[in-house]
């Protein structure tokens, strides 16, 4: 059991970590990789440095400092958030706890843009397995994704629904085999509908009949996460307060996943807010 559990290891998670621990708390950081900043080998608009410093130096240094105060910070995927009596983060490999949680998650990633996806979100389009697998019983679903994220997600239809179909829209199969969930490697060209989506039509030009199809492409979002444990987003951004709260009580968002300019200052900023409030709640907890 953590204090804190963040998600993310970019800037806003290690600075948020950086404050726990230097509050007596103990964190946890979880981070899939290094996030948007590893992308860049330049950066000359953030305080400090003389020269330019490249993302992955300014993010290793960070994560360094975080160790040195005793964050422990591992590298795995988070497919899942909850709370029952306390937060619960599923990663592909094991179930952590804590009493306040962080997410850190930088923006959403670029998702493949099918025709049909946009117009049939609430439709028969869905990014959340737990919150609409219910609409979903006895029905015939497909998940669109071809890794450990569309697998949880799959996983958590197969009881309920018919069928479910992994699309992984012309990628390769994820290695895991299960008799009641079919994988299709077929490109999607169309998913298709009127009020409703029924139909997935590929670029062969074969189709199948379908009742919904679930997102999950890549890492589950911040949104995706949100949306998990009922935290407001709008816009693809978590709706936090001035006090990086969200609607979740004890639970806090920073940095890109929020409303407002992406960049490594604000990522830092809010960090800190986070960090500072999620002690506060834990300690508001443990008197
Ligand atoms: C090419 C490029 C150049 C940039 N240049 C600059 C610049 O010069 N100056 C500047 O100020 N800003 C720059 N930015 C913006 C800057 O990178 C971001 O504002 C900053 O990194 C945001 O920090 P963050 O911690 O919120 O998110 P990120 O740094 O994106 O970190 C997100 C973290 O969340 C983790 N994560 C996400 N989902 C999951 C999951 N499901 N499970 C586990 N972990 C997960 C990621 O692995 C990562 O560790 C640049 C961005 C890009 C893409």
């Known amino acids: 059991m953590f204090d804190v559990i963040i998600i993310g290891k970019g800037p806003a998670g290690i600075t948020a970590s950086i404050y726990i621990q230097r509050a007596g708390l103990n964190s946890l950081v979880i981070g899939k990789d290094l ?22 130096e300014l993010l290793e240094t960070g994560i360094k400092q975080a160790e040195n105060l ?33 997410l850190a998650t930088g923006s959403n990633r670029n998702s493949s843009n099918i025709k ?47 069928s479910v179909t992994i699309l992984t829209n012309g990628k390769k199969a994820p290695e895991y085999r299960s008799e009641n969930i079919k994988i299709n490697e077929n490109p999607v060209k169309e998913f298709i509908g009127n009020e409703k989506i029924d139909k997935i039509e590929f670029e062969n030009n074969d ?68 960090g500072l409030e999620a002690v506060k709640f834990v300690r508001s907890q443990t008197k």
């Open 116 to 162: 049909g996806i946009k117009e049939f979100e609430g439709k028969g389009i869905s990014y959340c397995a737990v919150c609409d697998a219910f609409f979903y019983r006895g029905k015939d679903v497909a998940v669109l994704g071809s890794g450990d994220y569309a697998i949880s997600e799959a996983m958590e239809l197969a009881p309920i629904a018919k």
């Open 70 to 102: 005793g964050s422990k910070i591992i590298s795995e995927e988070v497919i899942s958030i909850g709370y029952e009596e306390n937060f619960i983060v599923k990663t592909t490999k094991r179930i952590y706890n804590s009493t306040s949680l962080i």
């Open 207 to 274: 189709k199948i009949n379908i009742d919904g199809v679930f997102i999950a492409e890549g890492v589950a979002s911040s949104t995706d996460l949100a949306k998990k444990i009922g935290a407001e987003t709008k816009n693809n951004n978590i709706i936090v307060n001035e006090n990086q709260e969200t609607n979740i009580k004890g639970m806090y968002a920073c940095g890109d996943c929020t409303q407002g300019i992406k960049q490594i200052t604000k990522a830092v900023y809010e960090g800190t807010k986070a």
């Open 35 to 56: 996030g948007a900043l590893a992308k860049t080998d330049k950066i000359e608009n953030y305080y400090g440095f003389k020269e330019p410093i490249s993302g992955k």
